[in-house]
T-cell receptor
């Protein structure tokens, strides 16, 4: 069964510093991978996704993530943090891949709360 | 398009009461789902539906019922509320094609006393 592990429930960076949020997954089939962001008291918004093709994917707000099959990782990065990036970030894997019979459910990690210091 | 809408935004129930959380989407998506979010637990799937008339259980279905009579609506029923059901509930929908990305509603914050 698929699973997602996010390393670090809280990450704190200074404004202008590199943001790195870690995500490792396990999947018996080629996965579809997602990063979602949740601002306080709001729903989840899709940041970026990997399905097939280019392993470096770019998302909204300057974020990007790289799919590394050998490391089963999909880490999220942003070169320079902004105060508005403070939020909770969730990595998710779809149980659909190159395999029939899936329903398209998402399995979420437990989330990483990002704080940005001025 | 309104996207995914949820009502109510907030609700307080007493133990043993029942209620229905409403979810609607106007994107003609096949797939709809309900999650609960608890601190440090991420989002956990309660029930999902891959089309009108088809529902199935997720990871944490106990204490909840769903039905899907139309493509647009996917209500979640709490039969007899318990304090353990205090949580934030999110509804999501997906076109279930190509990438399977899901679109989320704004959530319902439920407190059971």
């Amino acid at each position: 069964a698929q699973s997602v592990t996010q390393l670090g429930s809280h990450v704190s960076v200074s404004e202008g510093a590199l943001v790195l949020l870690r995500c490792n997954y396990s999947s018996s089939v080629p996965p579809y991978l997602f990063w979602y962001v949740q601002y306080p008291n709001q729903g989840l918004q899709l940041l970026l996704k990997y399905t097939t093709g280019a392993t470096l994917v770019k998302g909204i707000n300057g974020f990007e993530a790289e799919f590394k099959k050998s490391e089963t990782s999909f880490h999220l990065t942003k070169p320079s943090a902004h105060m508005s990036d403070a939020a909770e970030y969730f990595c998710a894997v779809s149980d659909y891949g190159n395999y029939g019979g899936s329903q398209g459910n998402l399995i979420f990690g437990k989330g990483t709360k990002l704080s940005v210091k001025p | 398009n309104a996207g995914v809408t949820q009502t109510p935004k907030f609700q307080v129930l007493k133990t043993g009461q029942s209620m229905t959380l409403q979810c609607a989407q106007d994107m003609n998506h096949e797939y709809m789902s309900w999650y609960r979010q608890d601190p440090g637990m991420g989002l956990r799937l309660i029930h999902y539906s891959v089309g009108a008339g088809i529902t199935d259980q997720g990871e944490v279905p106990n204490g909840y019922n769903v039905s899907r009579s139309t493509t647009e609506d996917f209500p979640l029923r709490l039969l007899s509320a318990a304090p353990s059901q205090t949580s934030v509930y999110f509804c999501a929908s997906s076109p279930r094609t190509v990438t399977y990305e899901q679109y989320f509603g704004p959530g319902t914050r439920l407190t059971v006393t």
